[in-house]
């Protein structure tokens, strides 16, 4: 339940800083690029879909992405995605906690656009 | 008396003074007389059917054998076909000798056949460039022209050579012969800088080597090797360095490829470059923004070029790696490399996978994964297009020095560069097996060069990675204006294993899975040159093509 919260709140927040963030703003503003973040187990998901500057999200486990952040399980997705930690997702990878699917240049560049707003 | 011409004492010094053993030239009348002198001196020419493959091959000579490639092509049209080979090695480094043809002096300004003025023409893209004008001079500026290209940073150099010197002839007795001179930089940094780079290198945590042509050049895999051994530092070996040692050395990371140095950088604390510019490739070194850098590299002006070093060391990469190795801590960082193996292969999960599953439409990741299943590492791989280079990049590995080249990611990022560079391996390594993995597009640019090899007898297999489509540009322009306005990016299904064919080659047309292997033995086993024609994914967008877009549309 936390980390479905967490997911939808994050969208939340990345919703507002396409409109309010100029770095953020510019950094996604020619991207056609769908991120699914879900557990292993498949839920909790949920897919965030970035549009030329435009950002919208849909619960729930989806195939049609770019890049996919599958976490070992709902505690360590909450854990890492809160950490402030600059190598958390690293060692979460590290760990066997989290594996990329799809194209991992796009999870790489989400981790980007999330490092804007940090 | 013995007399000589002037081309003949071009060949004459060739062959008896720099030991040069094949020319890679197209024919033509103000170098007759050169051509003439290879024969006489018994060096093999390898003539091809347009100049830019000869200026190509010869750069990728320097890569297959470390010694500089030699380049003859004719005046005017000669020279500016050949001009992007040219414009590639002065990119990449690499030391090519480009002898030219050229107008009489004695016509000079009266409208000769062919008259231009290339020396300025080609000025900004080699580190030297002369005209000889005096018979007698000719060896004194061949020796001039191979010292210039090899010493320091290597790169191409051009000499112009007319006729009216090529066809005359001078007592032999008379010339004056340079002996060969070869000199190793050898600038040594002061010990203060070493002691300073050491420290940083004992006190690292997560420490990354990542060397570049600079190594490949120095010829110092050895050194390379007993670094990464005594200090425990995992290391990539990019560009024209790859292969220096084996993909598969227990440090190296190369099997990650671009996604484990991709995933490694951000997370170093310090990064060890020898022999690699940090142009936009590796993002001007803005993705290890709190690491530390020391950096090696022959040339002092790279040092410090888009991201400040904290120690730089200039000079040879072996020759400092000598110096440096004795003065590192030996350590056991083998939890770092497990932890950063174990991140990057999360990241490549699905590549993997597409590597292991058969496919239709084929995924160039599955065509190149059975590719290497079939051919091995003890091979030469070359690769050429935008995502094909990618794909051959990240999926070859081999054990061979110059082992997996992909010229078209290089600076220039000059694609059709796989045919030329292809012979020359071949031509360098007659024995192996030489593999080019060539995207539909970039083949339509040498790929009569089919004719030079089954003229010559250049049994090359081409693999055809066909989307058929420029691939990188139209999935870039799905990106950018969309995909229902996508423009000039199509190329549709060509039948260009029927072209070898038609050439006196071998050709293999290939849709399905489970074909590839069979006909790629076919191909191997028919001892010709061959093409392998294979359908694949035209969905399939590499990870270079997102780096691309991002990098030219960031504005």
Known sequence: MRFSLLLYALYAALRVASKTHKGFRHFIRKARVKILIKTAAGEPARLFIFDQGRISSLPGDHADYDAALVWKDAAAGFSVMTSRKKDAVFNAAARGDLKVLGMSVYAMWFQEAIDQLM | ?555
């Not at chain 2, 005096?134 to 150099?157: C, M, T, W």
């Not at chain 2, 030469?380 to 070859?396: E, I, L, N, P």
Request: aromatic residues 6%.
């Open chain 2, 1 to 555: 008396m013995s007399q000589i011409t002037g081309g003949h004492l071009v060949a004459k010094y060739l062959k008896e003074i720099e030991g040069v053993e094949a020319v890679f030239t197209l024919s033509g009348a103000h170098i007759e007389n050169i051509l003439d002198g290879l024969n006489e001196f018994g060096i093999r020419s390898v003539d091809v059917r347009h100049e830019q493959a000869a200026s190509m091959m010869a750069h990728a000579w320097s890569l297959y054998t470390g010694k500089p490639g030699v380049c003859l092509v004719t005046a005017g049209p000669g020279f500016t076909n050949a001009l992007t080979g040219i414009a590639n090695a002065f990119l990449d480094n690499a030391p090519l000798v480009v002898l030219c043809g050229r107008h009489p002096l004695r016509d000079d300004l009266k409208g000769a056949l062919q008259e231009m003025n290339q020396i300025d023409m080609v000025k900004s893209v080699v580190k030297w460039s002369a005209t000889c004008h005096d018979i007698k001079r000719i060896p004194e500026y061949l020796s001039i022209a191979f010292r210039q290209a090899v010493e320091g940073r290597p790169g191409p150099v051009f000499l112009e050579l007319p006729p009216d010197i090529l066809s005359i002839a001078v007592d032999l007795k008379s010339v004056d012969i340079p002996k060969r001179r070869t000199l190793k930089t050898s600038v040594t940094p002061v010990k203060e800088d070493l002691k300073a780079a050491a420290k940083l290198i004992d006190q690292a945590k997560r420490p990354l080597l990542i060397g570049g042509s600079g190594v490949g050049f120095s010829e110092c895999g050895k050194q390379v090797a007993a670094f990464a051994e005594k200090t425990g530092i995992p290391f990539a070996l990019l560009n024209n360095g790859r292969g220096a040692l084996p993909d598969s050395h227990p440090r190296s990371i190369n099997d990650g490829g671009f996604t484990a140095v991709m995933a490694a950088l951000p997370q170093v604390d310090l990064v060890i470059i020898v022999g690699l510019r940090l142009n936009w490739v590796m993002e001007s070194g803005q993705t290890f923004p709190d690491a530390k850098v020391v950096r090696i590299d022959i040339d002092p002006t790279e040092i410090d070029r888009n991201r400040t070093s904290d120690v730089g060391l200039a000079g040879d990469a072996g020759q400092i790696l000598d110096l440096l190795t004795p003065m590192v801590a030996s350590k056991d960082r083998s939890q770092w490399e497990k932890d950063l193996r174990a991140a990057y292969g999360a990241f490549l999960v699905t590549e993997r996978e597409q590597r292991e599953t058969p496919s239709y439409p084929i995924h160039p990741n599955r065509l190149v994964a059975q590719i290497q299943k079939v051919v091995g590492e003890d091979a030469y791989y070359v690769v050429d297009g935008g995502d094909t280079s990618y794909y051959g990049s990240a999926g070859f590995s081999s054990i061979h020095k110059a082992g997996v080249t992909a010229p078209a990611s290089s600076l220039l990022g000059c694609i059709g560069t796989g045919v030329p560079f292809a012979l020359a391996a071949k031509i360098a390594h007659p024995n192996k097996p030489v593999i080019l993995l060539n995207g539909d597009g970039s083949f339509g640019f040498n790929g009569m060069e089919f004719d030079t090899a089954v003229r010559l007898n250049i049994p090359i297999v081409c693999v055809v990675n066909n989307d058929c489509a420029w691939g990188m540009i139209k999935h870039a322009q799905e990106m950018s204006i969309g995909p229902e306005r996508c423009t000039c990016s199509e190329l549709g299904t060509r039948h260009y294993e029927k072209m070898v064919e038609a050439l006196g080659g071998y050709g293999e047309f290939v849709e399905k899975d489970e074909d590839i292997v069979p006909a790629l033995k076919r191909a191997i086993e028919s001892g010709k040159p061959a093409c392998v024609n294979v359908m694949t994914d035209c969905t399939a967008v590499s990870p270079a093509t997102v780096v691309f877009y991002q990098t030219l549309s960031d504005f």
